[in-house]
């Protein structure tokens, strides 16, 4: 069975501060997509990253970065510099990725960020 | 903007009531898929149609159905509604991934 595992239910910041998010996955297959969805106070779910299991490279964007490792089954977010805009709901989800899978998404329990300006 | 459509985006209603939520999909997606967030239960993965048949399912319950037009659009119909029911119903669409979510209907039971 597959499933995510996000252990930090709340973390506050102050602005400025950096902070890194994680999210522990577990799946037998070996072809996957890991991905981090953003919900701000608004509800609404944003894409933010994607990433194929055979692809460990790390992403930067802006001041936000991946860290994807399959040794650990980690796919751990980190915000720089973080801002006020930043406070949301974190989830990082899983999908299987190969002929005949739903590709439904199996989502961690979520990390609630909240900056302080 | 997703590009995903959903309405209506609140819902009130009372127990053993029946309502059908709507989505359409981004242009050109095939795939529909219903989640449901809840204090209880997180985000949960419910059922998925692709170009109108049903691929999948997940933690949908009986009193729960869906179904996809020929124009791709879905509808989640949910009957004989109980409190536990209350919660923001999502649907995402794809060709490929990402799935992309709507904005969501927040549908509450009193």
């Known amino acids: 069975a597959q499933k995510v595992t996000q252990a930090q239910t709340e973390i506050s910041v102050v602005e400025k501060e950096d902070v890194t998010l994680d999210c522990v996955y577990e799946t037998r297959d070996t072809t996957y997509y890991l991905f981090w969805y953003k919900q701000p106070p608004s509800g609404e779910l944003v894409f933010l990253i994607r990433?194929?299991?055979?692809?460990?490279q790390n992403e930067i964007s802006g001041r936000y970065s991946w860290n994807f490792q399959k040794s650990t089954s980690s796919f751990n977010f980190t915000i720089t510099a973080s801002q006020v805009v930043d406070s949301a709901v974190y989830f990082c989800?899983?999908?299987?990725?190969?002929?005949?899978?739903?590709?439904?998404?199996?989502f961690g329990t979520g990390t609630l960020l909240a900056v302080q300006p | 903007d997703s590009g995903v459509t959903q309405t209506p985006k609140h819902l009130i209603t009372a127990t053993g009531q029946r309502v059908t939520l709507r989505c359409s999909p981004r242009s050109g997606d095939l795939s529909v898929y219903w989640y449901q967030q809840s204090l209880d239960q997180g985000l949960q993965f419910l059922i998925q149609?692709?170009?109108?048949?049903?691929?999948a399912k997940g933690n949908i319950l009986e009193r729960f159905s869906a179904q996809q037009f020929p124009d791709l659009h879905s509808e989640l119909n949910l009957s004989s509604l109980e409190l536990g029911d209350s919660a923001l119903y999502f649907c995402a669409s794809m060709v490929s991934q990402p799935q992309h979510f709507g904005d969501g209907t927040r549908l509450s039971i009193l």
């Open positions: 149609y692709y170009n109108g048949e049903e691929r």
């Open positions: 989800a899983l999908s299987l990725n190969y002929g005949g899978a739903t590709n439904k998404l199996i």
């Open positions: 990433r194929n299991s055979f692809d460990e």
